[in-house]
């Protein structure tokens, strides 16, 4: 039973390019959360998405961010126009069900570098 | 406001000695608690949670935590380090809406 999977596992971009994160729930999972791990920091809420919703995006920066959880295909973190400040590790988690008692079973994480 | 407090930043412990990482939070209602491990480059593991019923709750690696509402907080514990344990540590919060609040972590080193 394979865990959540994240790709790439390494990114680098270029100021002004855009950064494409993607995440592959847990079988059986359909609740998807992104969290941004800053350098020296804990990991901080970004979004919360089920099937073709987004549930909660209070955590994330309303400029440049999006995210998408398809019917069909992993999570879609998008990070448009990717600035220094960006660069950090991007973790995505998944549950079985919407609860808040309910464990997120998290990925190994993508590190983003901006150039 | 919901947070989550883990006041040390870095704690060193030897091989063999008793290890305790503070976890206070601040949340209004009954909270959902949890202790996360991350070895380097990797990403979260589970250790424990408590949701109800007994204070002490046993995890994963030998590792144990106790609620005290009176403190607001969830301490973990582990009798006798092992050098593999070193790693950050991590206290969450789960709150009504899914989200998880996460403390600033631990990192914990173990000489030999």
């Known amino acids: 039973n394979a865990g959540v999977m994240q790709n790439p596992r390494h990114l680098v971009r270029r100021r002004g390019q855009e950064a494409r994160l993607r995440c592959s729930p847990m079988?059986?999972?359909?609740?998807v959360y992104w969290y941004r791990q800053l350098p020296e920091e804990g990991l901080k809420f970004m979004v919360y998405?089920?099937?073709?919703?987004?549930?909660?995006e209070s955590g994330m920066p309303k400029e440049r961010f999006s995210a998408e959880f398809p019917k069909e295909g992993p999570s879609i973190l998008r990070i448009q126009q990717v600035v220094r400040g960006d660069s950090a590790a991007y973790f995505c988690?998944?549950?079985?069900?919407?609860?808040?008692?309910?464990?997120?079973?998290f990925g190994p994480g993508t590190r983003l570098t901006v150039l | 406001a919901q947070s989550v407090t883990q006041p040390d930043i870095h704690i060193t412990v030897s091989e063999g000695a008793s290890l305790e990482l503070r976890c206070n939070y601040s949340y209004g209602a009954t909270p959902y608690l949890f202790w996360y491990v991350q070895s380097p480059g990797q990403g979260l593991q589970l250790l424990l949670k408590y949701f109800s019923g007994d204070t002490l709750v046993q995890g994963i690696k030998g590792f144990e935590a106790e609620f005290k509402r009176s403190q607001s907080s969830f301490n973990l514990r582990k009798p006798s380090v092992h050098w593999s344990d070193a790693a950050e540590y991590f206290c969450a919060v789960g709150v009504t809406g899914n989200q998880f609040y996460f403390g600033t972590g631990t990192s914990l080193t173990v000489i030999p």
């Open positions: 988690a998944s549950s079985p069900v919407s609860s808040s008692y309910n464990e997120q079973f």
């Open positions: 079988k059986g999972h359909s609740h």
């Open positions: 998405l089920q099937k073709e919703n987004i549930i909660d």
